[in-house]
């Protein structure tokens, strides 16, 4: 299947989109970081920073691979170790109109071939908070194994929540690769079987 969507670096364009994003409740929920509201000049330094210096951050836009080629969301790498060759995931921000689980799906291919392919990385590195089960599903179901929880690492919303921290390895991903389990169809499986686990284990 053809990807809908394709990554590319900020321009300075894009930052008013990002500032609205930013300062929508509902979209920040679903991020790590506590929930503050930024100003647009704020947010146009920012975004030129992340411009001008990608050595060791990559942020990248995700845009409709259409006629339109509308940025609907970002996603980034960062903390990009080039000696031990390690690499955190920084989080993905969707449009809230575009949230169907596909984007995310072809998003998540082209960050992995990225990361495993052209940055050279061997260990790639997931956190979210312990209670976003579908980030958890969805590293999961990409391969991802759970390494371990930080206990009341992150504060937000008034309160401390612990952080899940998972890894993806180079030799996990060509393995995947190979059998062919990044393939839409059975992500979709992993995805399901996974949702219903975690539902069961709530009960």
């Known amino acids: 299947m053809g990807n809908s969507v394709f990554l590319r670096g900020f321009e300075m364009e894009d930052a008013p989109l990002i500032n609205r994003w930013r300062n929508n409740p509902e ?3 679903l991020v790590s970081t506590s929930f503050k509201y ?7 330094e920012w ?6 210096d990608n ?3 990559i942020y990248l836009a995700i845009c409709l691979n259409d006629d339109s080629r509308r940025m609907v969301g970002y996603v980034s790498v960062n903390n990009i170790n080039y000696l031990n060759r390690t690499a955190v995931g920084g989080g993905i921000v969707i449009d809230p109109l575009y949230q169907d689980g596909i984007i ?3 998003v998540g291919m082209l960050i992995r071939e990225l990361v495993f392919n052209h940055l050279n990385i061997n260990r790639y590195e997931g956190k979210c908070l ?6 958890r599903v969805i590293m999961e179901a990409s391969g991802y194994k759970l390494e371990g929880i930080y206990r009341e690492a992150i504060y937000k ?4 929540h612990d952080q899940c921290v998972y890894s993806l390895l180079r030799a996990d991903y060509e393995e ?3 059998r062919g389990d990044y393939s839409f169809s059975v992500f979709v499986k992993k995805v399901r079987h996974l949702r219903n686990s975690y539902a069961a284990s709530r009960l």
């Open 104 to 106: 995310r799906y072809e």
């Open 38 to 44: 930024v100003s647009l000049d704020i947010e146009k």
């Open 157 to 160: 919303d008034g309160k401390y």
């Open 47 to 52: 975004v030129k920073s992340k411009i001008m």
């Open 55 to 57: 050595r060791k951050d």
């Open 176 to 178: 995947w690769m190979e």
């Open 130 to 135: 312990s209670e976003h089960i579908a980030s």
């Open 27 to 29: 979209i920040q929920k």
